[in-house]
């Protein structure tokens, strides 16, 4: 009962029917949610208006509970109830501190009896004797009324051994007419086990108080609060108590009394009841550590261990830090079990109530906490635990334990190859507080860089910048280099990041030709961002070859870097594959070299005719990507992937990519008008607008600030182009050629001619002779048949040919168009199929070649369809009504006009799958789900799911 103080302390005494909710004052009831044990002790002893459920003459019942299981309160609800109908009753309460003064309990008892002549014993010491018959005469005069007497023993595990003597006499009276008992038994070491073990076996009912489930703990919270708890605040409460009657009790007080904190609602309540259990723990911990004490010797020890380690730990692990024999430990860990204050797992044991486990830990000095940490870091290492494992624990030790700075670093590389990419720079910015050389303490410093790179780039740059400066050899200075020289990039800090890969370059060419090739390579990348820098790298770029770097670490990103000259300048093709090849033989993202040098291959292979080969790269960069949690990897890998899908023709899937990268890049903070999102941004700009959708495409160009003046960035070349297509498909004809005439101004100036990567001459061909200008037209697109031709890829040759075939007119353009279309007809690029076969069929109708003509604008609708490619399709359309055909004016409707993801999609929906469901299913994100849908449900002309199976068949 010392507890109930306590309780009653911190959570308001209040009176009145168990379980109610609180009274004005906002008190809470001293008994809640045990309504169900109640009503059972009622029956069992006939108070009230129940009957007895039993006509035995011996009613002896033992309430068992843990720590805080509101056994004590539930013992005074009942007796109060008994008073009330005029029951007499005979109470006590034993106390651990009385529990070797003999007779202490027997004292309470004759105290509490009813007024009557005094029949306590004189004389110091009293024999047992003359307690026993002066009991004998309380109850005898008692149960000479018309209901038997109710003797209550709280506690019943600390009562003395000659009170439990004399009880066990009572209950056992040789006239067959004992008085009725009722005891609680909890936590606590007995003064006579021989003694209580005789008095145990006497009753013949047990009630068990067990912790709250939480459906019950919403119900009390709902009373308390006025309304239904929502499910996180009803978690938080839960986890904080375990339905621990006590603990739950001091909450509920606590709640009452803690005003609420601002925010939405969610947030709000969470601090609420933050605020209400920091002030409960102040009160809670004194009562909890005299309970521990109470319990056995090294009980307090081994709590505190558990309580500062968290989480289920193993007992030879707890028995090592708190210093306790493991025998010992054995015996603490079983006592504290049954008074529930740790819990058994399979893992070891812990404690279940986090307010619980913070009230322990409350009293343990912060030295001690390190103490703890420490001998469990080196106990785990002993083990050959894991590294996470091991770091936990340093975390919260001092600095000084000789392997922490090598456990740390191996922990980083685990956490970092999760993708926690925060939780490895907890530990490198730990190990960091180490002694170690500069050279260690540099290698620690980059890898630093490199996890806070994921989460603040500013930062990593400033850590990178240490690294470097404290890095000694040549394999050190080169990772530390190219590190933050790619930190420098990914803020647009061009000039500085090449400065730093110039400088250690040549710092280390002398000692390693081939670290310093290796920065070279990503200088000249790099180089080729601005025009002025790629002017000046040029020249070197044009002498390397991949016998440079024959027999080294270096050949892949060199032939990343070779790939792409051969796509810019117009080298052989299928050498240029060969060489992306070659770069991506271990992945974009490889791990012993990632860099962006290696997405150079990947634009060279689109380039190359084989964006069927940059898909199957990106795919499974991102699939790697999502197992290490790399959102900068992920968003470049599923831009590309929706880059090769543009080339593909397949214009939806174009859509879902590019909407994931951005919103992946949104998701960390990444602005929409950054240079990690342009790329995106072009590509979802070329799909809106393929579809038609220029109002959106528009917007977008507006919100990504990319409507006016771009930079002479290499990365807003390809804005340029797919913003002179907008231009061109919303009428502004001459704002599209500037565009197109921009664009290849600076691929001119970057020594590009090749229009593999921006066939802006063709695309500004067809603009001139909108506007009259059939000249410069036809110039412009012979140019481009020309380096085409020479490039050798059909994708590319097509494309020019289409170009000059519609600015040339009368047969001699069909004769090209002809040609466009038969390089086509097999080739990858299905939206420049569909373009070349409206173009062709609308010469052949003005060159009078009606079935031919007919023919072409049909298979361009089919195609168009099926690319989703709403203006080429809308555009044949336009010829065959021209041509005196009804075609349907929606031609993208039926299940025939879904494409194959769309088609995938909606049978894994019709299948009963979730959206987020189909998404794990396809990896890709639930956005791109979502579309999806919403072009199935549109084609199908239904609002959603439902009768969605019934459509499909």
């Known amino acids: 009962m010392q507890y109930a103080a306590h309780a009653a302390a911190m959570s308001g005494q209040g009176a009145g029917v168990p379980g109610a ?62 008073r009330a109908d005029d029951r007499a009753v005979l109470d006590s309460w034993a106390d651990p501190g009385d529990s070797r003064t003999d007779h202490a309990v027997l004292r309470q008892l004759l105290e509490s009896a009813p007024p009557a002549p005094s029949v306590r014993p004189s004389g110091e010491p009293p024999e047992d004797g003359a307690y026993h018959r002066s009991l004998d005469t309380v109850v005898a005069r008692l149960a000479a009324g018309a209901r038997r007497p109710l003797i209550c023993v709280d506690d019943l595990q600390w009562a003395d051994a000659a009170s439990l003597r004399l009880l066990r006499r009572l209950m056992r009276r040789a006239d067959g007419s004992p008085p009725a008992v009722i005891a609680s038994l909890g936590p606590g070491e007995s003064p006579d086990e021989d003694a209580l073990g005789a008095v145990l076996p006497l009753f013949r009912d047990h009630v068990s108080l ?58 709000g309540g969470e601090r609420t009841v933050s605020v209400a259990l ?6 809670l911990a004194p009562a909890v550590r005299s309970l521990l004490r109470g319990t056995g010797a090294h009980s307090e020890a081994v709590a505190g261990a558990v309580a500062v380690l968290g989480s289920p730990r193993p007992v030879e692990l707890i028995a090592e830090v708190a210093s306790v024999p493991q025998p010992a430990t054995e015996d603490a860990v079983h006592t504290l079990v049954r008074a529930g204050l740790l819990h058994q797992y399979e893992q070891g044991v812990g404690i279940a109530a986090s307010l619980l486990s913070d009230a322990v830990e409350q009293f343990v000095p912060p030295s001690r906490r390190q103490e703890l940490h420490a001998g469990a870091a080196r106990f785990l290492l002993g083990r050959v635990a894991a590294p996470e494992q091991v770091a936990h624990h340093l975390l919260h030790c001092a600095p000084g334990q000789p392997f922490a700075p090598e456990v740390l670093r191996r922990a980083a590389a685990e956490a970092s190859d999760a993708g926690a990419h925060d939780r490895a720079a907890l530990y490198l910015r730990r190990a960091l507080r180490e002694p170690q050389t500069e050279e260690e303490r540099a290698a620690v410093l980059c890898l630093l860089g490199e996890a806070e790179l994921e989460s603040s780039v500013p930062t990593a740059i400033d850590e990178l910048r240490r690294s470097l400066q404290l890095s000694m050899g040549p394999s050190e200075q080169t990772s530390a280099a190219r590190r933050l020289a790619g930190a420098l990039f990914a803020v647009d800090r061009y000039l500085d990041a090449l400065d730093v890969l110039e400088r250690t370059s040549a710092a280390i060419r002398p000692v390693d030709p081939a670290y310093a090739l290796r920065l070279e390579i990503d200088f000249l990348f790099i180089s080729l961002v601005e025009l002025a820098s790629a002017a000046r790298a040029y020249p070197r770029l044009m002498d390397l070859a991949m016998t440079d770097a024959s027999g080294t670490a270096v050949e892949r990103p060199l032939a990343a ?23 991506l033989a271990h992945g974009l993202a490889p791990a012993d070299d990632e860099s962006v040098v290696y997405h150079c291959a990947m634009l060279a292979l689109g380039a190359a005719g084989r964006p ?23 968003a470049h890998a599923v831009a590309m992937r929706g880059n090769a899908n543009a080339r593909l023709g397949r214009t939806l899937e174009c859509e ?78 001459e704002e599209g050629l500037a565009d197109f005439l921009a664009c290849g101004a600076r691929t001119v100036a970057r020594n590009m ?32 048949v020309a380096l085409a031709r020479r490039w050798g890829v059909p994708e590319m040759t097509a494309v020019a040919l289409r170009a000059l075939g519609i600015v040339t007119g009368g047969p001699e353009g069909l004769q090209k168009l002809d040609e466009a279309v038969r390089a086509l007809e097999t080739s990858f690029a299905r939206f420049r199929y569909a373009q070349a076969l409206a173009d062709r069929g609308a010469l052949a109708m003005r060159c009078s070649r009606i079935p031919e003509a007919r023919a072409d604008l049909q298979e361009a609708v089919s195609v168009a369809h099926a690319c989703n490619a709403g203006v080429v399709a809308q555009g044949a359309l336009r010829e065959l009504r021209a041509l005196g055909d009804r075609p349907r004016t929606r031609t993208f409707q039926g299940v025939d006009a879904l494409t194959p993801t769309e088609r995938r999609v909606a049978d894994l929906a019709a299948g009963g799958m979730t959206n987020r469901e189909i998404a794990q299913h396809l990896f890709v994100g639930l956005r791109t789900v979502e579309i999806h849908l919403t072009h199935v449900y549109g084609k199908l002309g239904i609002k959603g799911r439902q009768g969605l199976a019934e459509t499909l068949r």
């Not at 920091?278 to 009160?283: D, F, Q, S, V």
């Not at 061109?728 to 004809?733: A, F, I, K, N």
């Open 21 to 82: 909710p609180p009274g004005p004052s906002g008190t809470i009831p001293e008994l809640i949610g045990r309504e169900a044990e109640l009503a059972e002790l009622r029956s069992l002893f006939g108070i009230g208006n129940t009957p007895a459920v039993t006509d035995r003459d011996h009613v002896f019942v033992l309430v068992r509970g843990g720590f805080g299981s509101g056994k004590s309160a539930l013992l005074r609800a009942l007796l109060d109830e008994a």
């Open 210 to 267: 067990a912790p709250f489930a939480p459906h019950a703990t919403g119900a009390l919270l709902a009373r308390t609060l006025g309304h239904d708890a929502d499910q996180a605040f009803l978690n938080t409460c839960q986890q904080a108590t375990d339905g621990n009657h006590l603990l739950l009790r001091s909450v509920l007080g606590a709640l009452a009394a803690t005003p609420p904190q601002p925010g939405p609602d969610t947030a």
């Open 278 to 283: 920091g002030a409960l723990l102040p009160e």
């Open 561 to 583: 870097l070779l790939s792409l000259r051969g796509a810019m300048v117009g080298e052989d093709a299928e050498e240029v594959v060969r060489l992306a090849r070659i770069a």
């Open 612 to 634: 069927d080969l940059a898909h199957d790269y990106a795919e499974a960069a991102i699939d790697e990507a999502r197992a290490r949690g790399a959102v900068f990897q992920y």
């Open 656 to 733: 879902a990519d590019a909407e994931a990268a951005l919103e992946a890049l949104l998701e960390v903070g990444v602005p929409l008008g950054s240079s990690h999102t342009v790329f995106a941004v072009a590509t979802l700009i070329e799909s809106l607008t393929r579809q038609g959708r220029v109002e959106e495409a528009q917007s977008l160009l507006e919100r990504s600030g990319m409507d006016g003046q771009l930079h002479p960035y290499w990365i807003n070349d390809y804005p340029l182009l797919a913003r002179g297509w907008l231009r061109v498909e919303q009428g502004r004809l």
């Open 753 to 784: 001619p090749a229009p593999g990567f921006y066939p802006w001459r063709s695309e500004a061909a067809l603009v001139h002779v909108r506007l009259g200008h059939a000249e410069e037209a036809v110039r412009l697109a012979e140019e481009e």
